[in-house]
């Protein structure tokens, strides 16, 4: 087992647990040794997001779309962190994009409803 796939399901497993702090050093060092990965990407962001750093969320939602286009949960994350950054129209739309992906996601249809009405 590489030591990116080890940090990676390290840092997996934690923030499953809700322990996001211990999961982002560990999903750090992954993303150092595969910067490219955008499993690693979208569980980072996640972490970051539940830690409340929107920002670097944002940013880490955004590198995940850029590996693979066709991530419905990337939008729908990339769009909760533009919401909790005040930027609503740009949330909007990468919700938008997330329930279009994915029409029967209830998730994603309740946080695009939240924030157009």
């Given at each position: 087992m590489s030591d990116a796939y080890y940090q990676?399901?390290?840092?997996?497993?934690?923030?499953?647990?809700?322990n996001f702090i211990e999961a982002i050093m560990h999903l750090e060092k992954a993303k150092e040794k595969e910067?490219?990965?955008?499993s690693i990407r979208e569980t980072l962001a996640r972490a970051y997001y539940n830690c409340g750093f929107y920002s670097t969320a944002k940013s880490n939602f955004?590198?995940?779309l850029e590996i693979d286009a066709a991530n419905d949960f990337a939008y729908y994350g990339l769009g909760l962190s533009l919401a909790?950054?005040?930027?609503?129209?740009r949330a909007i739309g990468q919700l938008k994009i997330a329930a279009t992906m994915k029409p029967h996601s209830e998730e994603y249809r309740r946080?695009?409803?939240?924030?157009s009405a």
């Open positions: 990676f399901k390290k840092g997996k497993k934690l923030a499953e647990q809700n910067p490219e990965k955008a955004q590198k995940a909790k950054m005040g930027k609503i129209k946080a695009l409803k939240k924030l």
